[in-house]
């Protein structure tokens, strides 16, 4: 049986998104399915296998040329109409949308959700997206032949009230054994780490406020993509007088990533209504005190004792944080991270994944 994936670009840095798409090929490959890939941007097996630390062969692939990002919250209704005649299986872990010609939909959290939100501020995006959501409510009245996974509760309520559907909670892959048990706590200090793109949701404009009053270096390593956040958060930096206490890092290696979560004491997440938050895993496997808005996915594994509900309270908090680290904390964070582990997602993934297949041929 050959799978087809749809995703834009699988070998990129990767973020959340990129590896549960990693993971999903992983599984399949590992599995004995032939693998198809519908993308943007052709696959390059070099960077795939860098960045992931995985070596997977594509069976089969189609490159479009047109995938232009401004143009697909209407082109992706179009995209699976490429892939469906290659596969026997539609997999789509990219758009979070109920799209024709896809069997397996993975929800990173509900693209309608997120239209209807900003068209809430324009009335000109509102009258752009209505009639995407209504093709959408439209396709989603007819998908009981369909499986859809989520990758937290917080998203499945969200795409349940949103688009009537029930997805089953696949919790999203984390490489936490580059991190868990391999080193000795002896390097950690009173560092402060967030890892995130710079974009306007992710509320990285608040650190520069937060770091004038923790006693601690402060460091924000990410990829640009909103350059005009970039800049704001460099002129907080300068307004709040933390030049020497505020480090960026930008387009770091994974080597460098995995060595500041171990120096970390602190990982802070500042993004309110996460959908999920591999980061935050991530800084808990490298035994780091998590500390993240008191919203979102983040509730379904961040004890309540280091979620924070507005600037002040995360001010106390990571003070908290800093001062009450110990081996023993960062062990239990060890602990509750490893549950998340990629061998855990893809053995997951599998077994959904077949009972819907065997479901769907004792029905034909």
């Keep these: 049986m050959k799978v087809g994936l749809i995703y834009r670009n699988i070998s990129r840095i ?11 090929l992983n599984s399949l490959k590992m599995s004995g399915f032939k693998t198809f890939l519908l993308s943007g941007k052709k696959f390059d097996a070099a960077s795939f296998r860098r960045n992931f630390e995985i070596n997977i062969p594509i069976d089969q692939e189609l490159t479009l040329p047109f995938w232009v990002r401004n143009a697909e919250t209407y082109l992706q209704f179009v995209l699976p109409s490429f892939a469906k005649p290659f596969c026997d299986v539609l ?39 209505k009639p995407y959501q209504l093709m959408e409510h439209a396709l989603s009245f007819h998908a009981s032949n369909k499986l859809f996974l989520a990758n937290s509760k917080y998203t499945a309520e969200l795409v349940k009230k949103n688009l009537g559907l029930t997805p089953i909670v696949v919790y999203p892959p984390v490489d936490v054994e580059k991190l868990v048990g391999s080193k000795s706590f002896s390097a950690k200090k009173n560092l402060v780490l967030t890892v995130s793109r710079f974009s306007s949701e992710k509320n990285l404009e608040e650190i520069p406020i937060v770091a004038k009053r923790v006693n601690a270096v402060f460091v924000i390593m990410g990829s640009i993509d909103e350059s005009a956040v970039y800049r704001r958060v460099l002129e907080g930096i300068r307004e709040n007088g933390v030049e020497n206490k505020v480090k960026l890092i930008l387009n770091a ?16 997440h500042p993004m309110h209504s996460e959908h999920f938050g ?52 960062a062990q239990e964070m060890e602990t509750s991270a490893y549950k998340f582990r990629k061998q855990r997602f893809e053995t997951e993934f599998l077994t959904v994944l077949n009972s819907y297949l065997s479901e769907k041929t004792t029905k034909i």
Excluded at 104 to 126: C, E, I
Excluded at 253 to 268: G, N
Excluded at 298 to 324: C, M, S, T, Y
Aim: with cysteine.
């Design 14 to 24: 990767p973020g959340g998104a990129e590896l549960v798409g990693a993971s999903i």
């Design 91 to 129: 997999i789509d872990a990219y758009n979070s949308a109920v799209l024709p010609w896809v069997d397996v939909t993975y929800f990173h959290f509900p693209r309608t959700y997120l239209l209807d939100k900003r068209g809430q501020k324009s009335s000109l995006w509102r009258y752009y997206y």
């Design 253 to 268: 290696p994974l080597q460098t990533k995995i060595e500041l979560l171990q120096k970390a004491k602190v990982y802070f």
């Design 278 to 329: 591999i980061s935050i895993i991530e800084g808990m496997a490298a035994g780091c005190i998590p500390i993240v808005q008191d919203s979102g996915g983040p509730k379904e594994f961040v004890p309540d004792k280091w979620r924070f509900n507005d600037l002040e309270d995360a001010i106390q908090k990571i003070n908290e944080a800093l001062n009450a680290w110990n081996v023993s904390i």
